[in-house]
């Protein structure tokens, strides 16, 4: 079995993506990663340069004109899973703030190893854990996507969908995937203060145009992250080794009294419907098997 990973990156230093802790977290598993590293202000290429030789670079532009949709960063996605070696059976999909903890390195293997030569499996759909604020906090609210699909078949028609959240398949039909008992941690929520302030008024450029930055992007110094809450709950596990050095390197604060969680009736009636009923009426880019 042959597996190799992608993903693409820009400006990794400016807004403090993990994408180091990324990669690296899914190396194990891989004979390959191909990173595509877009037009930067900062050194990304070399960041990415010295993680490790399995690590191959392609050298992209992003077309900052296309502001809808998140139409960007399919492009990128698609741009590095079109260069992945064409004798792998696997493709694993990481972005720069995700990372897969190590003990679920097995799990991910064996899945991969199974459904090999079961060529209606299209894809795995992994579980997801989103970190906001701190290391310390995971959301809790219905808002939060719960899986998406990291691993797909090495083929021409599949295709990153919408803003490279998931895949689809020529000419526009959902994959069929099998769900796996794995992971991905989602750090995307979590950095310095000013750091996230500056992602934020770049990366909805790649949403809206100026009058709707204007409008709904406030500005500032940094980031309030009690402005947005809904629900956390606190992380009582572990997170990936690979995060370890990051974590303890942290220099702000964010301390959140959980007993100011709300959430919406609408939230709620379709928490109890899925976990009293088994009723889950969310959205799904994907078809389960």
């Known amino acids: 079995m042959k597996v190799n990973g992608f993903t693409f990156i820009r400006n990794a230093i400016k807004y403090d993506y993990p994408i180091v802790e990324a990669i690296r977290s899914i190396l194990p598993l891989c004979d390959e990663v191909v990173v595509a590293v877009g037009n930067s202000d900062d050194d990304t290429y070399a960041l990415i340069q010295g993680i490790d030789p399995k690590v191959r670079i392609i050298e992209t532009v992003w077309d900052d004109s296309v502001r809808e949709g998140g139409r960007t960063l399919a492009l990128e996605t698609d741009k590095a899973y079109q260069a992945i070696a064409s004798d792998c059976d696997w493709a694993f999909y990481i972005q720069g703030d995700e990372v ?46 719960l899986d998406e699909i990291r691993i797909i078949r090495n083929r021409s028609d599949i295709f990153s969908y919408r803003d490279a959240q998931g895949f689809r398949k020529q000419p526009n039909d959902k994959l069929s995937v099998k769900k796996i ?19 934020q008024e770049s990366f909805h450029k790649m949403w809206h145009d100026d ?34 050095a990051r974590i303890t390197s942290k220099n702000w604060t964010f301390d959140y009294d959980i007993s100011f969680n709300k959430t919406k009736f609408k939230d709620r009636f379709k928490r109890f419907l899925r976990t009293y009923l088994g009723i889950d009426i969310r959205y799904k880019n994907y078809i389960k098997l």
């Open 100 to 145: 897969i903890h190590e003990k679920y390195i097995p799990v991910i293997r064996e899945a991969m190893e199974c459904y090999k030569d079961d060529q209606r499996v299209e894809g795995l759909l992994f579980n997801y854990q989103h970190f906001y604020g701190s290391y310390d906090y995971v959301g809790t609210s219905i808002s939060w996507y």
């Open 211 to 244: 009058s709707w930055m204007k409008e709904h992007v406030k500005q500032g110094e940094a980031f309030d992250y009690f402005a947005n809450i809904d629900a956390l709950a606190v992380f009582k596990e572990t997170h990936p080794a690979v995060m370890q």
């Open 181 to 199: 008992d794995a992971y991905v941690y989602h750090y995307g929520w979590v950095k310095p203060p000013e750091k996230m302030q500056k992602k």
